[in-house]
C-alpha cells in the first residue's frame, strides 16, 4: 500500500512569512497527527485529527498554527506569520483508529 | 507529567557486542511503550510495542513499572542496525497521542 505523503519536501522561508504543508494519509486512515521535530529533539505532537474532527491541539501554537482537515482525509498545516524557531521538520503520520502510526517523510523548514 | 527521557544522544559500539539503549518514563498511570527506529534517509517506523512482546530483528525490551523503564536490548548489534531509536509514550487509549523521547543514535562499527 502506498504510505504516507506529504509535501514540499524542503521550504526555505523569511521570518514572518506564510507557509502550508500538504500531507495525504493511508487510504482508509480515520486518524491522522502533525508533528513538529526540532533538530536534536523526538517529535511533538502539534494536533490530532479522528476523521475531520480535531481530538487534541494541546500543543498546538493556536496564534500562529492552524490546521485543517477537510473531508477526513488530506491536511493541511500552515503557519502564518513563521518566526525563526519554527525551524523544524514537520512530520505527518495517520493510524486506523489511533494503532500503530506511520510516518511520512517529513518537510524540512527553514526560517531565516 | 509525562515525561520519556533517553540519557544517552549516541551509543556507539562494535559490530557483534552486546547494545542496550536506555529509556525511563515518567507516567502515573499504565502506560503503553513503543520503539521506533529511523535509518539513514528513512522513514520513521515502529520497532517494537511493550504489549507485543516481541523479538523484532533481534531486539527485546521489557517494561519495568518499578524502575519505570523500557530499554531496548539486542546481544550481537549488527552494521545494519546504526539508526536513531526513539522511545515513545502513549499516555492516553482514547487519543493514540505519543510523547516521543529525545532519540540515541546507535553507531555500529565494523
Known amino acids: 500500500e502506498a504510505g504516507v505523503a506529504q509535501s514540499p519536501r524542503y521550504k526555505i522561508i523569511e521570518k514572518r512569512q506564510s507557509v502550508a504543508f500538504w500531507c495525504n494519509p493511508i487510504s482508509g486512515h480515520a486518524t491522522l497527527y502533525w508533528y513538529q521535530q526540532i533538530l536534536g529533539q523526538g517529535p511533538k505532537l502539534l494536533i490530532q485529527f479522528q476523521n475531520n474532527g480535531v481530538v487534541d491541539d494541546s500543543q498546538l501554537p493556536k496564534d500562529r498554527f492552524s490546521a485543517e482537515r477537510l473531508k477526513g482525509v488530506d491536511s493541511t498545516l500552515k503557519i502564518q506569520p513563521a518566526k525563526l524557531e519554527d525551524s523544524a521538520v514537520y512530520l505527518c503520520a495517520s493510524s486506523p483508529q489511533r494503532n500503530e502510526q506511520f510516518f511520512g517523510p517529513g518537510t524540512r523548514l527553514t526560517v531565516l | 507529567a509525562q515525561r520519556v527521557t533517553q540519557p544517552e544522544k549516541l551509543l556507539s559500539v562494535f559490530k557483534g557486542a552486546p547494545v542496550e539503549l536506555k529509556c525511563n518514563y515518567s507516567?502515573?498511570?499504565?502506560?503503553?511503550l513503543f520503539w521506533y527506529v529511523q535509518y539513514s534517509r528513512q522513514r520513521l517506523q515502529l520497532l517494537l510495542r511493550h504489549i507485543s512482546r516481541e523479538s523484532i530483528k533481534g531486539f527485546t525490551a521489557d517494561l519495568n513499572k518499578g524502575e519505570t523503564s523500557f530499554h531496548l536490548k539486542k546481544p550481537f548489534a549488527q552494521e545494519e542496525d546504526s539508526a536513531m531509536y526513539y522511545c515513545?509514550?502513549?499516555?492516553?487509549?482514547?487519543?493514540?497521542?505519543?510523547?516521543f523521547g529525545q532519540g540515541t543514535t546507535l553507531q555500529v562499527k565494523p
Open positions: 515513545a509514550l502513549r499516555a492516553s487509549s482514547n487519543t493514540g497521542k505519543l510523547i
Open positions: 507516567y502515573s498511570g499504565s502506560p503503553e
